[in-house]
């Protein structure tokens, strides 16, 4: 993957440096300030591009980056100064969470993924979307898809004993139980073919609107520091507990528009595997967890807050894109192909 397209100040401040030498770079320009509370830091292209830019060179890197920017101090010192709005700004959104004790971890989160009340995207998934819709549906995920369960992953050499197996469980599933091509982000791969979308890793960020690219950025935040272990397993949890109706829906869609089996075998796997999932999640991660953390309860409950909150976000801005005739990605002409 090369580096995306700049989209303001931050992010052209940041691709400048990534294009230089790290070795060889003594002193850099001062980077931008965030420019400040507009619009929420979630609908902020250029701040949600400068902060995945710097998340990824923590994942796969980019072709045309040098591997040693990852941990230079320069490129540290800014996405420090990305993080201190993105977590206030969580903050705001996810609210306070609710006091819960240890013990009544497995039933909040449960409370909380079936209030619902969010926009249904996936209801309109499954009874009308056109094909182009679901086409940029598919290039939105994609961004997250083909990387599914890796920030998770940070979790692992976090934890111990049976909260540790708990994990390792659910990502072992999430890996295809060591076989290629049963991996997640492999069948979700066969839905963008089926699409006639590009199903190689990063294509569509370029496409993608600073809400797409959040859903990423909250969980590479909670996944690359320790401190925020307990919300990466809240969020997870979450996702689990949230995802068997939609995937449903979505496999209905696909199959209304045509899909066959292999293409909608991602959705129709997420209904089988997470209705383990959200079991393991609830009460052996987050519960377990919570048994030997009691200090991380509030944590855990406000990674499951942010992981509702912006993929509603993210479902509003595509149903509100769609209600007006529009794409709802930034270039349309991305996932055009589709139709
Ligand atoms: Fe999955
Ligand atoms: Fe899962």
């Known amino acids: 993957m090369k580096i995306p397209p700049a989209r303001g100040r931050l992010s052209a401040w940041l691709f400048a440096t990534l294009s230089g030498d790290p070795e060889g770079t003594i002193v850099l320009p ?31 890197g980019f072709d045309d980056v040098h591997e040693n920017w990852q941990w230079h101090p ?7 100064e990305l993080e201190r709005r993105w977590v206030a700004s969580l903050r705001a959104l996810a609210g306070e969470p609710a006091a819960v004790t240890p013990r009544a971890v497995p039933g909040a989160l449960r409370e909380l993924a079936q209030a619902g009340g969010g926009p249904d995207l996936a209801g309109y998934l499954a009874r009308e979307a056109s094909r182009e819709q679901f086409a940029e549906f598919a290039a939105h995920r994609s961004v997250y898809q083909l990387k599914e369960a890796d920030p998770h992953t940070f979790g692992i050499p976090r934890l111990d004993g049976a909260v540790k197996a708990a994990l390792v469980e659910i990502q072992a599933d999430e890996y295809g139980g060591g076989q ?87 959705f129709e796997e997420h209904v089988e595997a997470d209705a383990v999932h959200e079991q393991i999640a609830a009460h052996d991660l987050c519960g377990g967890y919570a048994s030997t953390r009691p200090a991380a309860t509030a944590g855990i409950m406000f990674g499951a807050e942010c992981c509702l909150a912006i993929d509603d976000e993210l479902a509003r801005h595509l ?21």
């Open 180 to 266: 290629a091509g049963r991996m997640h982000a492999e069948l979700f791969r066969a839905t963008l073919r089926w699409l006639g979308l590009d199903d190689s890793y990063g294509h569509y960020v370029p496409a993608a609107p600073a809400v797409t690219l959040a859903v990423s950025n909250l969980m590479s935040l909670f996944a690359l520091h320790r401190r925020w272990t307990g919300a990466l397993l809240g969020h997870l949890a979450a996702l689990e507990m949230t995802s068997t109706k939609p995937n449903r829906l979505y496999a209905a869609g696909a199959r209304r528009l045509g899909a066959d089996e292999p293409a909608r075998r991602y």
């Open 74 to 80: 320069a490129v540290v010192a800014f996405q420090v």
């Open 30 to 60: 001062e980077p931008p300030r965030s420019s400040g509370a507009l619009q929420p830091a979630w609908h902020d292209d250029d701040f949600q591009l400068a902060l995945w830019v710097c998340y990824e060179l923590h994942y796969r």
């Open 319 to 339: 149903l509100t894109c769609w209600e007006t005739g529009q794409s709802s990605l930034l270039c349309p002409a991305a996932s055009r192909n589709a139709a």
